[in-house]
């Protein structure tokens, strides 16, 4: 497996991807792309940090795993592929964005515009088998994804944590919340998104955040069209 990090991460974790558990996930996800179809592609599995450097990261949203159906997964946590059909839960965070924001809902699920500002779009886990949810789960991807939250809470420079649902709320104690803004709620999927995703205004309060560490506020927009 390619380790592909831009500079700033893989200085920030050199030792991480230095230790023995790293070496043997290599070789499992390796082994599972030598064997079955992995998403995302191996030139897209670490987008997500190269997309937001770590010096000028000023947002992380935590997801869980990949999408795991055809064409889906890109690197980004939420985003499809341009000309994908956005999946359930980035559906839900379409119409909770016209909710607070008054924006459009989109048809493309595309977010790398919302990446290419400063938000670290990063899943707990990098890797998925194909068709099968969370399959590469407990292989080593969350030490390394543990790590890199854990590097950003360190971080002289302020940010913002967004952790929907109970899954990424288990990482609230690798960030300092006396430093940082943690910005929680139920998670956007359908199952859950009525109890408690819907009228939480992340985006609005997520710009609330950064204007208080006198930092520019994200552009929610996106193209309407695919």
């Not at 499992?28 to 670490?46: K, L, S, T």
């Not at 956005?86 to 909710?99: A, C, D, H, T």
């Not at 890797?127 to 790590?147: C, I, M, Y």
Request: a negative charge.
């Amino acid at each position: 497996m390619e380790i592909d990090l831009p500079e700033s991460w893989r200085a920030a974790l050199a030792a991480e991807i230095d230790k023995p558990y790293f070496a043997k996930l290599a070789e499992f996800v390796d082994g599972e792309r030598a064997q079955h179809e992995v998403y995302p592609p191996q030139a897209d599995v670490f987008n997500a940090f190269r997309f937001s450097d770590f010096d000028t990261t000023r947002v992380l949203l935590l997801g869980q795993d990949p999408y795991h159906d055809t064409g889906q997964a890109h690197g980004l946590c939420f985003s499809v592929q341009p000309g994908i059909t956005p999946p359930p839960s980035l559906r839900n965070m379409f119409v909770e964005r016209k909710s607070d924001l008054g924006l459009p809902i989109p048809q493309t699920g595309y977010l790398a515009p919302w990446a290419n500002q400063g938000i670290l779009m990063l899943n707990a886990v990098l890797t998925v088998r194909a068709h099968e949810a969370n399959s590469h789960k407990g292989k080593g991807w969350e030490k390394f994804t543990d790590q890199a939250i854990r590097e950003l809470s360190a971080r002289e420079k302020p940010l913002v944590f967004v952790l929907w649902g109970g899954y990424a709320q288990k990482k609230r104690d690798l960030i300092d919340a006396s430093r940082h803004v943690v910005i929680e709620s139920a998670h956007p999927s359908p199952l859950s998104a009525r109890n408690g995703f819907f009228g939480s205004r992340p985006y609005s309060r997520i710009n609330e955040a950064l204007k208080s560490f006198g930092q520019p506020e994200i552009d929610w927009s996106l193209p309407e069209s695919a």
